[in-house]
Structure formats: structure tokens, C-alpha cells
């Protein structure tokens, strides 16, 4: 016979897509972008910035694109100089890789590898130096 109710929960991580704020871990500024930032890194970090990133945050990195959410496009102008500190590369991998829900910007840590999103933040900040 079965003594009494089961009573454990099984917790589930909620994913980070999930989050309405970013999900990064406290020790991300701390984080160095592991590629060597070259031409090569760079051509490969354009690569996936056009095909991924450019609908929202536009060719330049304004913000712009046709996906843009305009009530936002201060946030997701990648080239404004007076976000840069709060933006380190760690930080940026962690935004990319797991998103966020309001305003949205899609997760990207199940369709990419930690390698191509590196390559993809250091093209993001050299968009700043590129105004
Ligand atoms: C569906 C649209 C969308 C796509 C696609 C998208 N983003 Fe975003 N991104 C946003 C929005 C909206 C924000 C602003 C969030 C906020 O208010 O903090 C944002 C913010 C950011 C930020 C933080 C900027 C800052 O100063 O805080 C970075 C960095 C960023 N995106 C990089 C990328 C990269 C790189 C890609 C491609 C791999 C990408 N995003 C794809 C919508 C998008």
C-alpha cells in the first residue's frame, strides 16, 4: 500500500528565455573574449550579425531594422558610446546567448555555439568605433 501523498515538487529551471530582465551571472564583466579579435574573427562575427542580429538591430548596429521594437531603440543602439561601460564583452555574450522576454531579443545559446557568439560580440563592439 502506498503511505500517504507524494509530496516532492520537482523543481524546474525556468529557461532564460523566459526572463523578463537579461540573465547574467554576476562574474560576466569578468569574462574575456576568449577569439582573437582579427579580421578573421570579425568577418566571421559579420557573418552571423547579418544573418541573425541585422533585422532588429540594423546594418550598422542602430538599432534600426525592420524588426526593430521602436519603444526601445535607444537599448538596442549597439553603437552609443555612453553604454559601452555597462557593456562589457562578457556581458554582451551573456545577452546574446540568453536573451530575454520584454522588450524581446530571442535566445540564441540553442542555435549557436559559444565560438560564433564570441565572434559575434566582438563584431558588435566594433560597431561603435565604425560610427
Ligand atoms: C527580435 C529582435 C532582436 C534580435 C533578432 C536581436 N536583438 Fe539584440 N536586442 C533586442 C532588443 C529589443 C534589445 C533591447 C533590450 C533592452 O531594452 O534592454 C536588444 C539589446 C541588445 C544588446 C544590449 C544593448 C545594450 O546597450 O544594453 C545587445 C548587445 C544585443 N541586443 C545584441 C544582439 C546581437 C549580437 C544579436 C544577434 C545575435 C541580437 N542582439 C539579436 C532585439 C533583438
Known amino acids: 500500500m502506498v503511505a500517504g501523498a507524494i509530496t516532492a515538487r520537482t523543481v524546474i529551471a525556468e529557461p532564460a528565455q523566459t526572463a523578463a530582465r537579461w540573465t547574467i551571472p554576476a562574474t560576466a564583466a569578468e569574462e574575456n573574449n576568449p577569439l582573437p579579435v582579427n579580421a578573421a574573427t570579425l568577418a566571421g562575427g559579420k557573418r552571423f550579425y547579418v544573418s541573425k542580429c541585422e533585422r532588429c538591430h540594423g546594418p550598422e548596429g542602430k538599432g534600426n531594422g525592420p524588426d526593430a521594437d ?11 558610446g555612453a553604454r559601452a561601460v555597462r557593456n562589457p564583452d562578457g556581458v554582451v555574450f551573456y545577452k546574446i546567448w540568453n536573451g530575454r522576454l520584454t522588450p524581446k531579443m530571442p535566445m540564441f545559446s540553442e542555435e549557436l555555439t559559444k565560438e560564433q557568439v564570441w565572434a559575434i560580440v566582438a ?9
Open 70 to 80: 521602436a519603444n526601445y531603440a535607444a537599448d538596442m543602439d549597439l553603437t552609443n
Open 123 to 131: 563584431y558588435a563592439q566594433s560597431l561603435r568605433a565604425q560610427q
